[in-house]
């Protein structure tokens, strides 16, 4: 189904079928104002104190020996309350800010259950980028080490025929992006009904990108009586009511404890045009405090064109956007994520979930289409307690 966008700025040249990937959502805008927010000083913040430590949980002596292997030393906010909860089989809505742990979140009781009954394809988790869905594969690997369970990832842009031959092999978890997963339902290689938990990541994100109906027809192949675990840092009414529909008298634990992670300091930088902020940009990368910075742009095409311009003023920076093949996506983060560069040029496919140490600075060269996708832009740093800088560039339309 495509959406319509009446209002929305003019775009040239985009096949519909790919619109709805990019479509605006708001064409009003955000005030400047919602862009400026003082982090907390490192001295007045209160770390939450938990009820739990991860030995109180009813988990695998493996999992509490990776933990410890991991240096997770204690379970943050949205572990201490849901752990115990997904162990006991509800379902989930958790909302918690970015970068606080909703990963291990919903995996270490995925782990526990599956430790306990090794169910082939008994767990499916739906991501909404394939780089997010990587990331949540390379976690369950991190934390289930040692237990000899599996996991495949199935997502497009990678060979379907290798996904086919894992998924005939039997793995116990199945992570992927929804569309490459509905396309193995409809070739009858992938099979739900076994599958006793269902993981929605993001799933606010997923809905906004179209992948309502997918979803929905994934969901109808897995068995009712299942555990459904929906986790994101927001939720509209909704996406919540739909999330609502495909679980079984959800319980919504929210500790989200401002819109924004408390621990990023936010700020606007005026400028007057295009090259004005291209000549900005380039003037603050030059700076050393500007160490590892994911600078957001709006489209595909520009996001290219700004990497190559800065890489051609001797500042080296990557793209990541949805022209790139799956290889280009993943190569493009990995020298970033290993500082072989030290710029991300990234469209909102980087947007979410992402999580990728000591990130700087987050710089919004172009301004998000909705606050949400700000509230997970600037997300990408200041993560697990860290601070982190977020700067959006603000031109005189904007200035209302
Ligand atoms: P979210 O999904 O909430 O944005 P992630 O699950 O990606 O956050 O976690 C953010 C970072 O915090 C990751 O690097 C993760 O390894 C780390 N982390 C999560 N929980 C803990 C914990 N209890 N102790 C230490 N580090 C943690
Ligand atoms: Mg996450």
């Given at each position: 189904m495509q959406r319509q966008f009446r209002n929305g700025p003019k775009r040239r040249n985009y096949p519909m079928a790919k619109r709805r990937f990019n479509a605006p959502r708001n064409v009003k805008g955000i005030h400047p104002s919602k862009f400026i927010n003082?982090?907390?000083?490192?001295?007045?913040?209160?770390?939450?104190?938990?009820?739990?430590?991860?030995?109180?949980?009813?988990?695998?002596?493996q999992i509490i020996s990776n933990l410890d292997y991991l240096k997770y030393e204690k379970p943050s906010e949205i572990q201490d309350k849901c752990i115990p909860l997904s162990l006991e089989g509800k379902d989930i809505i958790g909302l918690a800010?970015?970068?606080?742990?909703?990963?291990?979140?919903?995996?270490?009781?995925?782990?526990?259950?599956?430790?306990?009954?090794?169910?082939?394809?008994?767990?499916?988790?739906?991501?909404?980028?394939?780089?997010?869905?990587q990331q949540i594969d390379q976690e369950f690997r991190n934390f289930s080490a040692g237990q000899k369970l599996y996991s495949t990832l199935v997502v497009g842009g990678a060979n379907i025929g290798r996904q086919i031959q894992q998924i005939k092999r039997g793995p116990h978890v199945i992570i992927g992006t929804p569309g490459r997963i509905k396309d193995l339902i409809g070739r009858r290689v992938l099979r739900l009904s076994n599958v006793n938990t269902f993981v929605l990541d993001e799933a606010d994100r997923m809905c906004d990108m179209g992948f309502e109906r997918d979803i929905r027809s994934i969901a109808s192949e897995i068995p009712r009586d299942r555990q459904t675990l929906c986790y994101?840092?927001?939720?509209?009414?909704?996406?919540?009511?739909?999330?609502e529909e495909f679980s079984n008298n959800p319980i919504t634990i929210s500790?989200?404890?401002?819109?924004?992670n408390d621990h990023i300091e936010q700020d606007v930088v005026h400028v007057n045009d295009k090259e004005h902020k291209v000549e900005t940009l380039l003037e603050m990368l030059s700076q050393p405090e500007f160490e590892k910075v994911i600078v957001f742009g709006e489209t595909k095409f520009g996001v290219q064109r700004l990497a190559d311009r800065l890489t051609k003023s001797g500042i080296p920076a990557e793209a990541i956007h949805g022209n790139k093949s799956q290889s280009q996506r993943e190569r493009a983060l990995r020298n970033f994520k290993n500082n072989l560069v030290n710029i991300?040029?990234?469209?909102?496919?980087?947007?979410?979930?992402?999580?990728?140490p000591n990130v700087s600075h987050v710089i919004n060269f172009d301004p998000p289409k909705v606050y949400d996708d700000y509230v997970h832009r600037i997300g990408r740093t200041g993560r697990a307690g860290k601070t982190g800088k977020a700067l959006t560039f603000v031109q005189p339309r904007d200035r209302n």
């Open positions: 003082k982090a907390i000083e490192p001295e007045a913040d209160i770390p939450y104190v938990p009820v739990h430590s991860f030995q109180d949980f009813d988990l695998s002596k800010n970015t970068g606080t742990g909703k990963t291990a979140a919903f995996l270490l009781p995925i782990i526990n259950k599956l430790s306990r009954s090794r169910d082939m394809v008994s767990v499916l988790i739906l991501a909404p980028t394939r780089e997010l869905a994101s840092a927001t939720m509209t009414d909704s996406v919540k009511k739909i999330v500790v989200v404890k401002s819109a924004t991300l040029v990234a469209t909102d496919v980087a947007a979410r979930g992402l999580d990728i």
